[in-house]
């Protein structure tokens, strides 16, 4: 059975402090690989999306059903739930490796398929289907039957231009409390079996269960480190907002399109950011909490990084 460690409260701060600082010894690899991340999943996306962009149009332009727009994003969010643990992996490892002193670079996201542990990874995409049902389940189990049907009534008001009204729950206050907690399971159990798969080399079924223990061994460290994420995630996202406006009129005043451009550069910027310490705080927690014993040797880098992006 996979050894857990218990952490104190306080580690959640320091998990967050740690991770805000995690891409120092090669911003070059981290952010570029992050940036790599970004790209991929758009560029995947937006494949996805093409085949029915003819159906969303029609959608749009005719009577809005909410449902048939639903159901063409069925493929998009199967894509979605098979290929995010992966490229996570392939961050997570980058990660790594730059926090050990190893030579790494950008494209090694795709180190999941080198490493033969893309299909163990993307396999928790059916992880996360599962409790996706459950999760619709517990809402019309707390919300009342008719609360999907009153629900997507009141979409297809908005599609429609009306004013629309929201059906309230049975019980919203239950409701709102299953669904934190069920939040929580949910993605501290992604983000911790990733590196047991990838990293421990422990199996599927092996990892979810030593994650979903670890979720409540250590629940009040991973609260309070989600809780500070999402905070200064929310200051941060307000600051960077201001800042693209600010960009985006200065750069208009030379011409609209360098106004937008350096809009999207912020912006894209400020998602690597997001990304490179969302997922190297989850690297920290597995470390701290199962250990890394298996960590090959350090290696001398040679100091060739000089903080340029290397995608």
Not at 245 to 263: E, K, M, Q, V
Request: hydrophobic share 55%; with cysteine.
């Amino acid at each position: 059975m996979t050894q857990i460690r218990k952490v104190p409260l306080s580690q959640g701060v320091q998990w967050l402090v740690q991770a805000v600082n995690i891409g120092a010894r090669n911003p070059r690899a981290v952010f570029g690989a992050a940036l790599l991340f970004i790209a991929t999943l758009y560029t995947l996306a937006l494949l996805f999306v093409l085949p029915f962009a003819a159906g969303i149009r029609d959608a749009a332009t005719g009577a809005p059903d909410p449902a048939r727009m639903l159901t063409t994003m069925v493929p998009l969010f199967l894509m979605l739930v098979f290929v995010l643990p992966i490229l996570l992996g392939g961050l997570m490892h980058v990660i790594r490796e730059a926090e050990a002193g190893r030579p790494v670079r950008a494209r090694d996201l795709f180190a999941p398929f080198r490493l033969r542990k893309a299909g163990p990874l993307a396999m928790l995409g059916v992880i996360q289907i599962v409790l996706a049902a459950l999760s619709i389940l517990l809402v019309v189990v707390l919300a009342g039957d008719d609360y999907w049907t009153d629900y997507m009534t009141a979409m297809r008001t908005v599609m429609s231009g009306g004013t629309p009204v929201m059906p309230e729950p049975n019980h919203p206050g239950l409701m709102m409390a299953v669904q934190l907690l069920f939040n929580y399971f949910t993605y501290t159990l992604l983000l911790l079996c990733i590196p047991l798969i990838l990293f421990s080399g422990t199996g599927l079924v092996d990892a979810v269960k030593a994650s979903l223990r670890a979720s409540v061994s250590n629940v009040a460290a991973n609260l309070l480190a989600g809780g500070l994420f999402m905070a200064g995630t929310l200051v941060a996202a307000l600051i960077v907002g201001i800042l693209g406006l600010l960009a985006a009129l200065i750069g208009s005043l030379i011409h609209p399109l360098l106004g937008a451009l350096l809009s999207v550069v912020l912006y894209a910027g400020f998602g690597a950011a997001i990304l490179v310490v969302l997922v190297g705080g989850s690297y920290l927690a597995w470390r701290d909490t199962f250990g890394d014993e298996d960590a090959p040797t350090a290696k001398p880098v040679p100091q060739a990084s000089n903080g340029h992006i290397e995608a």
